[in-house]
């Protein structure tokens, strides 16, 4: 039986989902039952969320996911563990860890060197010829986002190069659309002050990406392009130093995608 | 500066902030891989993701057992007690004959007889005199030992045991606290319990599930049959 369908319940629920972390450690460490189903449930997103950042998908995330949860919450209710100031930090590392870890055993096996350049190469060619919202539909539910091109990582890297640390931890907060008034109290600032770094920051974004763009050639920029366009569906266009060929010329044919990528231009 | 298609200032502007977006975007992705995250951050972003996350059904019928698993895994870590969220794989016992004759060919083979025998359910019958026809191959990392599978029967440990579970018991009569044990009471048989006090001519004999009473065995030799250190469960917890 469900712990919602149990005489009082969906009391026993709510009252352990109104916990705060600590308290909701206490109850566990109590024995109570309902408390570790929403210690699962309250960290579960947060763990997904991490390791697809990470870069773990499909079935890896999810094992990845529920041991870090299974492990972390055994060891928490342990007698005598000691207990972390924050449980999604202390979460957040293990999961790390474990991926690590993971990753260090894999990267010797043979199978994978073997495989990954072949799956690297259909992933490749299915880009090049099914639109985002096709790969979406043929991929069904478990559908994730691609990892970012090769052109796109290095536009990020470059960006990212060019920020302190303060400012790398203040770009991650934004991207998540913390308040200002939570990011002000974190950092001891006003709400006004907040504001002003934060497009401080996004004016430097932009310059730089405008440095960035200025050095690549067409098949880079065609390719960040692309990555702009999508945004486009939303209204986003991107800046482009110098005249390209109209959109619909940019477009290759099936045919000419079956031969290959054009030569890149070579800029005197 | 690239020339925005949008005509209107506002159009223009909008675009150019989704272009900053964007690039946030994609820089906070790599940044994020990189960075320590903060945990006053995290705190919040698990609060977030929770509040806008409600889970399905599905989920939280995954999280309803993985939770009772995790509890009687978490209590048994306690009293000393691993769970396997399994039926144990039975194999013909090679040797027939009562517990006392197959106890130590068995041992030997890294095996423990399995009795039908259900604890807390068998008044007047003695364990060695049971007859024995299956055989549980004993876990590597446990070490080698007389043991004993027998089969739980009523409610008073759970959440730890359940009716039908098969518990895997180390042959010995020592005692400690806060270990479970299985027993033998004069009137009810034997039973598995959590011990309590150790008096110099008494055992306290408690159960985890608190429905049930609290009782006192003599300490005598023979009333402890030996120690519960593993227990397969068929129901998955």
Redesign the interface.
């Given at each position: 039986m469900?712990?919602?369908r149990r005489p009082g319940g969906e009391r026993h629920l709510a009252a352990a989902r109104a916990l705060g972390?600590a308290a909701l450690l206490d109850a566990?460490r109590q024995?109570d039952?309902?408390a570790?189903?929403e210690?699962?449930?309250?960290?579960?997103?947060?763990l997904e969320?991490?390791a697809h950042?990470?870069?773990a998908s499909g079935g890896e995330r999810d094992d990845l996911v529920?041991e870090t949860l299974?492990d972390a919450?055994?060891a928490l209710?342990?007698?005598n563990a000691p207990t972390p100031?924050?449980?999604?930090?202390y979460l957040?590392a293990a999961l790390r860890n474990r991926l690590l870890n993971a990753r260090r055993g894999a990267r010797g096996r043979a199978i994978a060197r073997v495989r990954e350049p072949l799956a690297r190469e259909a992933a490749l060619a299915d880009e090049g010829i099914c639109s985002e919202s096709t790969l979406r539909a043929s991929a069904g539910p478990g559908w994730e986002p691609p990892r970012?091109s090769r052109p796109?990582?290095a536009?990020?890297?470059a960006?990212?190069d060019d920020?302190s640390?303060d400012e790398?931890?203040l770009?991650?907060?934004?991207?998540?659309h913390?308040p200002y008034r939570?990011i002000a109290q974190?950092l001891g600032l006003g709400y006004a002050a907040v504001g002003k770094r934060v497009e401080r920051l996004?004016a430097r974004?932009?310059a730089r990406?405008?440095l960035h763009l200025a050095t690549l050639g067409d098949a880079d920029r065609l390719a960040l392009e692309t990555?702009?366009t999508r945004?486009a569906h939303?209204?986003?266009?991107?800046?482009?130093?110098g005249p390209l060929p109209s959109r619909a010329a940019r477009v290759p044919s099936a045919a000419a995608v079956a031969e290959g990528p054009p030569p890149e231009r070579i800029d005197d | 500066m690239i020339d925005h298609a949008p005509a209107s200032r506002s159009a223009r502007d909008e675009a150019r902030e989704h272009e900053i977006d964007t690039l946030v975007a994609i820089t906070a992705a790599l940044a994020e891989r990189l960075v320590e995250p903060d945990p006053r951050f995290l705190d919040w972003q698990a609060a977030e993701l929770r509040a806008r996350r409600r889970p399905t059904l599905a989920a939280e019928a995954r999280a309803d057992a993985r939770a009772r698993r995790l509890g009687a895994a978490a209590l048994g870590a306690r009293f000393g007690v691993r769970c396997v969220p399994d039926a144990p794989v039975a194999q013909p016992a090679p040797v027939a004959g009562t517990l006392s004759r197959v106890i130590n060919p068995a041992a030997e083979a890294g095996c423990a007889p399995r009795l039908e025998l259900g604890i807390a359910a068998g008044a007047g019958r003695v364990l060695w005199d049971e007859p024995c026809d299956s055989w549980l191959s004993i876990p590597d990392d446990l070490p080698r030992g007389r043991y004993v599978a027998l089969t739980v029967k009523g409610d008073s440990m759970l959440p730890l045991l359940h009716s039908e579970d098969v518990v895997l018991v180390k042959i010995g009569s020592e005692v400690a606290r806060d270990s479970i044990v299985v027993a033998r009471r004069p009137d009810d048989g034997y039973v598995v319990k959590r011990v309590g006090r150790v008096g110099p001519a008494s055992i306290e004999l408690l159960s985890l599930n608190p429905d049930f009473p609290t009782t006192l065995v003599e300490r005598a030799e023979g009333t402890v049959a030996g120690t519960v250190v593993l227990r397969w469960c068929q129901h998955g917890v």
């Amino acid at each position: 039986m469900s712990a919602a369908r149990r005489p009082g319940g969906e009391r026993h629920l709510a009252a352990a989902r109104a916990l705060g972390d600590a308290a909701l450690l206490d109850a566990m460490r109590q024995g109570d039952s309902t408390a570790l189903r929403e210690f699962l449930l309250r960290f579960e997103p947060l763990l997904e969320h991490h390791a697809h950042r990470l870069g773990a998908s499909g079935g890896e995330r999810d094992d990845l996911v529920g041991e870090t949860l299974e492990d972390a919450a055994l060891a928490l209710v342990a007698p005598n563990a000691p207990t972390p100031r924050s449980i999604p930090a202390y979460l957040v590392a293990a999961l790390r860890n474990r991926l690590l870890n993971a990753r260090r055993g894999a990267r010797g096996r043979a199978i994978a060197r073997v495989r990954e350049p072949l799956a690297r190469e259909a992933a490749l060619a299915d880009e090049g010829i099914c639109s985002e919202s096709t790969l979406r539909a043929s991929a069904g539910p478990g559908w994730e986002p691609p990892r970012p091109s090769r052109p796109v990582a290095a536009l990020a890297a470059a960006l990212l190069d060019d920020l302190s640390d303060d400012e790398r931890v203040l770009l991650v907060w934004v991207s998540h659309h913390v308040p200002y008034r939570e990011i002000a109290q974190w950092l001891g600032l006003g709400y006004a002050a907040v504001g002003k770094r934060v497009e401080r920051l996004r004016a430097r974004l932009r310059a730089r990406a405008d440095l960035h763009l200025a050095t690549l050639g067409d098949a880079d920029r065609l390719a960040l392009e692309t990555l702009f366009t999508r945004g486009a569906h939303h209204g986003a266009r991107f800046p482009l130093h110098g005249p390209l060929p109209s959109r619909a010329a940019r477009v290759p044919s099936a045919a000419a995608v079956a031969e290959g990528p054009p030569p890149e231009r070579i800029d005197d | 500066m690239i020339d925005h298609a949008p005509a209107s200032r506002s159009a223009r502007d909008e675009a150019r902030e989704h272009e900053i977006d964007t690039l946030v975007a994609i820089t906070a992705a790599l940044a994020e891989r990189l960075v320590e995250p903060d945990p006053r951050f995290l705190d919040w972003q698990a609060a977030e993701l929770r509040a806008r996350r409600r889970p399905t059904l599905a989920a939280e019928a995954r999280a309803d057992a993985r939770a009772r698993r995790l509890g009687a895994a978490a209590l048994g870590a306690r009293f000393g007690v691993r769970c396997v969220p399994d039926a144990p794989v039975a194999q013909p016992a090679p040797v027939a004959g009562t517990l006392s004759r197959v106890i130590n060919p068995a041992a030997e083979a890294g095996c423990a007889p399995r009795l039908e025998l259900g604890i807390a359910a068998g008044a007047g019958r003695v364990l060695w005199d049971e007859p024995c026809d299956s055989w549980l191959s004993i876990p590597d990392d446990l070490p080698r030992g007389r043991y004993v599978a027998l089969t739980v029967k009523g409610d008073s440990m759970l959440p730890l045991l359940h009716s039908e579970d098969v518990v895997l018991v180390k042959i010995g009569s020592e005692v400690a606290r806060d270990s479970i044990v299985v027993a033998r009471r004069p009137d009810d048989g034997y039973v598995v319990k959590r011990v309590g006090r150790v008096g110099p001519a008494s055992i306290e004999l408690l159960s985890l599930n608190p429905d049930f009473p609290t009782t006192l065995v003599e300490r005598a030799e023979g009333t402890v049959a030996g120690t519960v250190v593993l227990r397969w469960c068929q129901h998955g917890v």
